[in-house]
């Protein structure tokens, strides 16, 4: 395929991707956006601003080159978290898709500003250990560069903590909502509907257990390296 064709591929994936997000009960009105980049083309490709879900056409996706300018004359506006997508790009380069939606669970522990402990296999299929939640950001952050910043604190979060955010596939951030990626748009969207599901069943959990004890790290291991890695076993090959 030549550089147009995949473009237009990548429009269809982000556009479809976009809508699964309301049918998937994660995104309410315009409150979310998924991205897809091409680090070989040097594009990266996401929802436009604002634009409601039942009238978007895969045409009005948005393509960017790495810093996050428009390539395209006439284009839309690109969505206002692109800068953070930009960053989270550069900072992690196995990741290939970017997710941020305001689901509800999720959003209730990041405003709650607590990391989401692992309480069981489900979590430990796909998120190696706690989902980690973020600081605050500073006054003078939100006031001089906000969604940058918010991709910034999200990539500190995961140095400061060791953390590998493949493993990880995605974070809370204080008081705004989750961001979840992966390495194709289809898998972060999924992880996005994986930790609002996680974030839901910890929540009961904690109301039937208060002293409910994170699972052992020897369950958590067996759960995730069978899905995960060079030994995976579970599924087809």
């Keep these: 395929m030549n550089r147009e064709e995949i473009i237009a591929k ?3 994936r982000v556009f479809n991707a976009n809508l699964q997000l309301p049918e998937w009960g994660l995104v309410q009105l315009t409150w979310g956006n998924a991205s897809e980049v091409n680090r070989d083309l040097g594009v990266i490709v996401i929802k436009p601003s604002g634009v ?12 960017t080159d790495l810093d996050g300018k428009p390539l395209e004359a006439d284009s839309y506006r690109p969505s206002s978290d692109l800068p953070t997508h930009v960053v989270l790009y550069k900072a992690f380069p196995g990741v290939n898709a970017v997710v941020h939606t305001h689901s509800k669970y999720a959003v209730c522990w990041a405003q709650a500003g607590r990391d989401l402990p692992c309480y069981g296999t489900t979590h430990a299929d796909t998120f190696y ?5 973020t600081r605050h950001l ?16 999200i ?7 060791n953390l590998d955010p493949l493993a990880v596939p995605g974070v809370l951030v204080q008081g705004h ?3 979840t990626w992966g390495p194709s ?9 994986v930790l609002d599901e996680v974030c839901h069943m910890a929540l009961e959990t904690e109301a039937i257990n208060p002293d409910i004890q994170p ?20 599924g087809q090959k």
């Design 10 to 12: 990548m429009k269809e």
């Design 138 to 153: 500073t006054e003078t952050e939100v006031a001089e560069a906000y969604e940058v910043n918010t991709g910034v604190v």
């Design 177 to 179: 909502g989750p961001f």
């Design 155 to 161: 990539a500190d979060t995961f140095k400061e903590g």
């Design 52 to 63: 409601d879900y039942k009238q978007m056409t895969p045409d009005q996706m948005v393509v």
């Design 215 to 234: 699972l052992p790290q020897y369950v958590l291991d067996k759960h995730y390296f069978r899905k995960h890695g060079a030994n995976a076993y579970y």
């Design 185 to 193: 748009i289809q898998k972060a969207i999924e992880n996005s509907l």
């Design 129 to 133: 250990g706690p989902v980690p939640l």
